[in-house]
């Protein structure tokens, strides 16, 4: 069993700033690889953000400079701090954690940056 339930998603004015997390449970290690994806309506699931067990990280150009993920082994929680937002960010975020070979997503958190 892996449940992952993501949080902070929000209504915000560009260049604002949210903080989001996800939560995992289940039969996981802790130190899994953890990350976010995003999708914008009539676009495809792009990456994020992504942490591995040792704590290096990936972000997509887009977000350079502007995001930053981190996690909490201890409470197996993945965060992204997202700052300068821009309406392209309008996304809905879902995270993931790869287990097993497989990666498990949650439902998502709907952010928005708009006026």
């Known amino acids: 069993q892996v449940q992952l339930v993501e949080s902070g998603g929000d209504l915000v004015q560009p260049g604002g700033s949210l903080r989001l997390s996800c939560a995992a449970s289940g039969s996981i290690f802790s130190y899994n690889t953890m990350g976010w994806y995003r999708q914008a309506p009539g676009k495809g699931r792009e990456f994020v953000a992504r942490i591995f067990n040792g704590g290096v990280t990936n972000y997509a150009d887009s977000v350079k400079g502007r995001f930053t993920i981190s996690r909490d082994n201890a409470k197996n929680t993945v965060f992204l701090q997202m700052n300068s937002l821009k309406p392209e960010d309008t996304a809905l975020y879902s995270c993931?954690?790869?287990?097993?070979?497989?990666?498990?997503w949650g439902q998502g958190t709907q952010v928005t940056v708009s006026s």
């Open positions: 993931y954690v790869l287990f097993s070979g497989n990666n498990y």
